[in-house]
């Protein structure tokens, strides 16, 4: 019997290979079965998905299918690993079911999908478009490509982003130890939120500034103080008056405009 032959070794009666072709009709049987069952399986939502993909794997490696058959169900669990995020094997179902079968078009958009997913930008387009000259009629495939498209703009845009800031904090260090100032950490970030210095395209820094008031516990905030401005042009924007005023035997000048209604009947002008 086939059964009992050793492994690697050929068939020599018409029993044995009787027999052979019995097993692997059996097995092909089962692979299918185990195929539609893992179809049905993802039908039934999300709880069964693992369960789906380990009857594509038994299927798989019945080893007695053809290359077709094969590729649908390395596509199969590539689509499965994609609902459950398993991006990166279902990238590798796909390629393998691309190399089994290079006209599987759902495997072009699942691995595409997948590289998308990955934000592997270059490669996600790459399979599109392959996918689309095999079937130009395709609609998945063609909105895929346009969200492709669209990722890889914005993508773009946000390096040129980030490549833009970083010239402009070099260019902001550079401005600093050509002036040798040091800065210390930051502080009252309440009331200045996240203003920071900024160098202009003409070389000129610009400070945010903040005035305390300790006495009246208020403060003013400057947003835009140019290194070339006085404080005597901003202070006149300001605009306030001073006044003395006897904080118990203390004389304190203090902003008109900053005094509560208590302190204005205690002081006089």
Sequence with gaps: MALWMEAGSEPKTESEIADLEAISALKESAALELKEKGNELVKKGKKYYPEAIDCYSRAINQKVLNDQDISVLFS????????LGNYRRALTDSQEAIKLSPANVKAYYRAAKACLLLNLLSEAKSYCETGIEKEPNNEELKKLAKLIDLK??????????????????????????????????????????????????????????????????????????????????????????????YIGTKKTCIPVKLLNSTMRRNCSF
């Design 76 to 83: 199969n669990r590539a689509h499965v690993n994609l609902l």
């Design 152 to 245: 890889k703009l914005e993508h773009e845009q946000r390096e040129a982003q980030v490549s833009k800031a970083l010239v402009e904090a070099k260019d902001l260090v550079s401005a600093f130890e050509d002036r040798r100032l040091k800065l210390g950490r930051s502080m009252y970030r309440e009331l200045t939120g996240l203003r920071k210095p900024v160098l202009d395209k003409n070389g000129i820094l610009h400070w945010p500034v903040l005035l305390l008031y300790a006495e009246v516990m208020s403060s003013d905030f400057i947003e835009d103080f140019c290194e070339t401005d006085l404080f005597s042009a901003h202070l006149d924007i300001i605009s306030f008056k001073v006044v003395h005023l």
